[in-house]
Every structure is written in structure tokens, then in C-alpha cells.
């Protein structure tokens, strides 16, 4: 190594820390003290040329000029005895941080905004002219804030006019992000960091590579005459619409790439835009079950009653409210789907169910048919056309107690003691077989489906081939489950929730609420909140268990509460609607909505509020 800790380099940066090296420069951690902050510096080796070096400031200079929210920002260039260059200090980790993909509303949007942030980053840096040319996760870095910071523009150029560079400069890029024409030294431009970025996005959705070998060399001869994995193979919560632009990104020839970044952050915008309808609608925004919406009523305390319709019967535990292209479901006690105008609570159709419907309705949207798919009572699990409500396929024999949207297939679990994916088309892609009986529906993370049996085993399934992953004993769970970074929210029916660390396989913490827990725990940034037949609701740490706040409801609990835009809403068996600070604990607003008990969490429709009672009263709030 070139400098130690202490060292200090013309008399203002004093070396802190290494942060890497490659094949043309060491990169370290600095503080400069002129400007009393920490910065990255990253000096070329010494092997360069005189004539190299003068382009490489050259470089610099012209990387220094531009000025982009998605860059790593230059703040000054090296002129004595060392070659280095002086930039802004990005510890957020690397773009491929954010996957595998999860289709949970927060982890959605986190990755689509980040990915829209690159790809017009891209956009901005060709129009002026620049390639990149070695497009890899180190060099798409992320803010504490998981805003990414593109690094290095330019200076792969200049390693092309070097002859004594390492293995990686003579191919001129990373061989697992390397365009096809890359790799037989053809033309390089804008298109070929358009590929580059989506070998990037196909890591950070699957943990995989599109191409992989045993050398370099079989790695290049796959990027050219190799067919890439659709990556949602790899992962089957990727949507179909994404898929597509990924393989589109990674097509051999240029031409059938997306023209440029802006057009690829223009299609990742409508697939967002796309998927974000779908997820609002299902129930606790996404198949994680941590309850959190982005957006809700903008003025919670100042709530008001929009409207207010009296159906036959209302929605019973464990059934809720779901929505579909921005209408609301409901699956009745009185074995019936009604759709509601949310504008004015107006009746739009009514379907016949078999029996009483006993699961959160799902709706998906394929080829452009919408269809609806729901469980009941009797165990049958149906679809239904959308919006006809016409009977497309109904089976009888499922025996089922859940079901959960998996992209374009759905997870079923059921009391034959089985997990199946299923297709629309109702073709069994995989099924999973246990001893015992499942109790509830199941729950999903990153690439694995999480199903709980009746006699109280936690059954982990890959999500793509259906393998049984682990099985472990955790008691009486009648609620269901949420994950949020690697952490399984266990609700034990006779009030204890743990945590369990899905990697090391442990619990890390244990929290007695002292009452049943019917309620599934939602979490929300770095808190969990349980609330338990007793009447209290819980805030804790998510990493350590420890108390925030709590609240004494005054009413039993069976139904989830949800967070939305930071605020949380609640039902009660006492027929209370309450909102509270989800930081504070702050009760915001209250109101009564019949004499009949709630067990349906509330649903969150843009700004409106929707609330459903077991006697069939349903009132909107704005």
C-alpha cells in the first residue's frame, strides 16, 4: 500500500481508512483538513505514463464539470508528485444492496426510484458525451439516504491506452457486465452502458449474474452468443413487465436496447406506476404483511366522514378489505364479493360466493384481464373474471386457508398439509408437502415463502421451485407473521412475539405483550408494533425488542392495524377507528362506527380511509 493511517498527503488530506483498490488505482478514506469533512481519495498507480497521467486529469477535469444529483461529485485534482483526485464520500453500500426484488410496496419503490435515478444519470452523462464503459455495482454506489451516486465516468477510456494494466483494464471492463460488442472490441457508446446497467439490474433482482463460468473468457463467450435467464426464473415476485425490460437491456444487439436512459427510466416509471396500483390493493401492501403504505389522508386529525353504505353483513376475521384498478373489495360473512365506488360508497356489483369468504380478496391483472381470486369457508378457492365477475375456475377439493399474489401466479396453503404455486390458468408449477396441515396464509421474503402449520411449525419454501428450505417449532400462531430485513415477526397466540434471524436461524429477542395476539405485528422503519386482545398497543425496537411506547386502547383487538404516510390506523372490537403518530404515539383521531365489533384492517385508497364493520356498516373518511 501506497500511504498508511496518519499519512497525509500535500499537507491537507490525512489518510483515515482503505477502501479498495483495482487494476489502475488505490482508493482510500481521507479528511481534509481545509474543510474539516471526510473524503474519498483515489490515486492512480504508479505505473502510468507521463502522457497518461496528463489525460487522466484531463479526464477528471471534464468529469469535475459535470453537475448531476446521480454523480459522485469531484472536489479537487492532485498537481504534485502523486496522481490522485478527490471526491465525495458515498457509505451507503452498493446498488445491488437493494435486492433480491421484493414486490412489498417499500422495498418497490426503494428499488424502482433508485433505478430510475441511474438510468437518468445515464441519460444526463451521455448527452454530454461521456461512456462509462465498466458499469458494475462499485461503481453505483448508494447514499445512507439509498440514493445512488454513479462513480468513475470516463476513466476506463483511459485505460485502454495503458499497456501495463492488470487482467481487468485488457478487457476493458468487468466480464460480468460486459455488452456483447465490448467484449469483441467493436464500437462502444451509450448503448453499451445501457447493457452493462441491466447485468446490474438483473444481479441486484435475482443475487445473480445473467452469465457465470468457470474464466473470464467463457464468461465473455456467453455475453455474446449466450441466452440470458429471464431473471423472474430466478425470481418469481419480479413482474412480468420488468422481466421483459431486463432481457430487452441485455438483447445482443444494440438496436434492441432501449434507445437511451432517459427512454429506460420512462419504462421503468410505467411498470412502477403499474405495479404500485396493484400492491395499494392487496392486503397490508404486499406479501411481507408489514402493513405500510407511502400515502394516506394528508390531515389525519381532521378526518371526516365522506360517506357511509349498510351492507347485508361485513368482512370477519381473518377476511379484509382489498381493492382493484382503485375500486373496494370486500369478501362478506353473507357469502358475497361487493365492489364500492370510493368516491361515494356506491354499490357497483355484487358477486355470489360459495361461503362465507374467509380470506383477503386478491386481485391480479393478466395479458390485460383482471381476474379475482379468493378462499372460503368451505375451503374452495375461486376465480373470478374482473370486472364481469363471471366464474372462471373454481376448485372445490383445495381445501385451502390462504392464499398470496405471487407476480402473475398465487401461493396457496391448505389443511391437505400442501403449499402450491399455481399459475392463472390454475397449472400447478410446484407443491410443497408437509406431515401437518397449514393454518394460515402464507407469508413471502425476497425468494422464500413462509407457511405455518397447525401444529405450530414454520416451514421456510424456495419460492421458485417449491424446495423445502428449513422447518422449525415456534408454538400456537394464529396471526400472521411479518419480515422486514432479514427479521420473521412470530405473533404466539398466547401473547409473546419473537424475532427470528432468518440467516442465523435463531430468535434474537422476545417481547411478552401479555394478552393474545390475533393482530398480525406490522413494522415500519425501525419500529414493530403489536397490539393484543388485552387492549394495548406495543411500539419496539425492530433490532433489539426494547419498549418506544405504548398505548391502553381501552377495546380488545383482532384486526392489524396499518401504517400509512406515518400514521397509524387502528379497529378495535368496540368498533373504534383511531389514528395515532406512529413515532410518538400520539392519538390523532377517533370516531365510532356502529354498535358492531371490526375485524377487517382498514383500508388506506389515496386520501381516503376505509373502515368495515361485522354488521355490514362501511364508512369512508377524507
Same mark, same amino acid.
Given at each position: ?360 380478496? %386478491?386481485? +391480479?391483472?393478466?395479458?390485460? @384481464? &383482471?381476474? =379475482?381470486?379468493?378462499?372460503? *369457508?368451505? /375451503?374452495? #378457492?375461486? $376465480? ?93 400462531? %394464529?396471526? +400472521?407473521?411479518?419480515?422486514? @430485513? &432479514?427479521? =420473521?415477526?412470530?405473533?404466539? *397466540?398466547? /401473547?409473546? #412475539?419473537? $424475532? ?123
Amino acid at each position: 500500500m501506497l500511504f498508511k493511517i496518519g499519512d497525509e498527503l500535500d499537507n491537507r488530506y490525512r489518510i483515515s481508512g482503505n477502501l479498495g483498490q483495482g487494476g489502475m488505482a488505490y482508493v482510500f478514506r481521507a479528511y481534509d483538513k481545509h474543510l474539516d469533512r471526510e473524503v474519498a481519495l483515489k490515486m492512480l498507480r504508479p505505473h502510468l505514463t507521463e502522457a497518461d497521467e496528463e489525460r487522466f486529469r484531463r479526464e477528471i477535469k471534464a468529469l469535475a464539470r459535470l453537475s448531476h444529483p446521480g454523480i459522485v461529485s469531484i472536489f479537487d485534482l492532485g498537481r504534485g508528485e502523486h496522481v490522485y483526485f478527490v471526491m465525495e464520500l458515498v457509505e451507503g453500500g452498493l446498488f445491488t444492496d437493494l435486492g433480491p426484488y421484493e414486490p412489498d410496496l417499500e422495498a418497490m419503490q426503494t428499488f424502482f426510484e433508485a433505478a430510475i435515478s441511474v438510468a437518468e444519470t445515464l441519460g444526463y452523462v451521455h448527452q454530454h458525451g461521456m461512456v462509462h464503459r465498466d458499469l458494475t455495482p462499485r461503481n453505483i454506489l448508494l447514499s445512507p439516504q439509498l440514493r445512488p451516486k454513479v462513480m468513475d465516468f470516463g476513466l476506463v477510456q483511459l485505460a485502454e491506452t495503458s499497456k501495463q494494466l492488470t487482467r481487468t483494464g485488457i478487457t476493458l471492463g468487468t466480464p460480468q457486465y460486459m455488452a456483447p460488442e465490448q467484449a469483441r472490441g467493436g464500437q462502444i457508446a451509450a448503448h453499451t452502458d445501457l447493457y452493462a446497467f441491466g447485468a446490474v439490474l438483473y444481479k441486484a433482482l435475482t443475487g445473480k449474474t445473467p452469465f457465470d463460468a468457470e474464466n473470464d473468457q467463457a464468461v465473455l463467450y456467453q455475453h455474446v452468443y449466450g441466452d440470458v435467464v429471464p431473471p423472474n426464473q430466478h425470481n418469481p415476485h419480479i413482474p412480468l413487465s420488468l422481466s421483459r425490460l431486463i432481457v430487452a437491456l441485455l438483447a445482443k444487439s444494440p438496436k434492441e436496447r432501449p434507445a437511451s436512459g432517459y427512454q429506460l427510466a420512462y419504462a421503468l416509471r410505467s411498470i412502477r406506476h403499474e405495479l404500485e396500483a396493484l400492491t395499494l390493493g392487496q392486503r397490508l401492501a404486499g406479501p411481507s404483511q408489514r402493513g405500510v403504505l407511502p400515502y394516506g389522508p394528508s390531515a389525519p386529525p381532521l378526518l371526516e366522514a365522506l360517506w357511509q353504505v349498510n351492507l347485508r353483513s361485513g368482512p370477519q376475521w381473518p377476511s379484509s378489505l382489498s381493492a382493484a384498478e382503485g375500486f373496494i373489495l370486500l369478501g362478506l360473512r353473507s357469502e358475497e364479493l361487493v365492489v364500492l365506488h370510493p368516491s361515494n360508497g356506491q354499490l357497483i356489483s355484487r358477486f355470489e360466493a360459495d361461503d362465507e369468504v374467509n380470506s383477503p380478496i %386478491v386481485y +391480479q391483472k393478466l395479458s390485460g @384481464e &383482471g381476474q =379475482l381470486y379468493y378462499t372460503s *369457508r368451505s /375451503g374452495a #378457492l375461486t $376465480a373470478l373474471s374482473w370486472p364481469e365477475g363471471e366464474l372462471v375456475w373454481r376448485d372445490e377439493r383445495a381445501r385451502a386457508v390462504g392464499l398470496l399474489s405471487l407476480s402473475s401466479d398465487i401461493i396457496l396453503s391448505s389443511t391437505k398439509g400442501h403449499v402450491e404455486r399455481r399459475s392463472a390458468d390454475q397449472s400447478l408449477i410446484w407443491r410443497y408437502q408437509a406431515e401437518e396441515s397449514f393454518i394460515l396464509m402464507p407469508s413471502a421474503y425476497q425468494q422464500q415463502i413462509f407457511a405455518l402449520s397447525r401444529e405450530g411449525w414454520l416451514h421456510a419454501i424456495e419460492a421458485s421451485s417449491g424446495k423445502g428450505l428449513f422447518k422449525i417449532k415456534v408454538g400456537n400462531v %394464529v396471526a +400472521q407473521p411479518s419480515i422486514k @430485513e &432479514g427479521l =420473521l415477526l412470530l405473533p404466539e *397466540r398466547g /401473547g409473546e #412475539l419473537h $424475532a427470528f434471524d432468518l440467516e442465523k436461524r435463531e430468535v434474537v429477542w422476545s417481547y411478552d405483550t401479555e394478552g393474545q395476539l390475533w393482530a398480525s405485528p406490522i413494522i415500519w422503519q425501525r419500529f414493530v408494533y403489536a397490539v393484543s386482545w388485552s387492549g394495548v398497543l406495543y411500539c419496539m425496537s425492530l433490532k433489539t425488542g426494547d419498549d418506544v411506547w405504548q398505548v391502553d386502547l381501552g377495546s380488545k383487538v383482532t384486526a392489524t392495524p396499518i401504517i400509512a404516510s406515518g400514521v397509524l390506523y387502528l379497529v378495535t372490537e368496540s368498533s373504534d377507528i383511531l389514528a395515532f403518530d406512529a413515532r410518538t404515539g400520539k392519538r390523532l383521531f377517533h370516531d365510532i362506527i356502529s354498535t358492531s365489533p371490526i375485524q377487517a384492517s382498514p383500508l388506506v385508497l389515496g386520501d381516503k380511509l376505509i373502515v368495515a364493520a361485522l354488521d355490514g356498516t362501511v364508512k369512508a373518511y377524507v
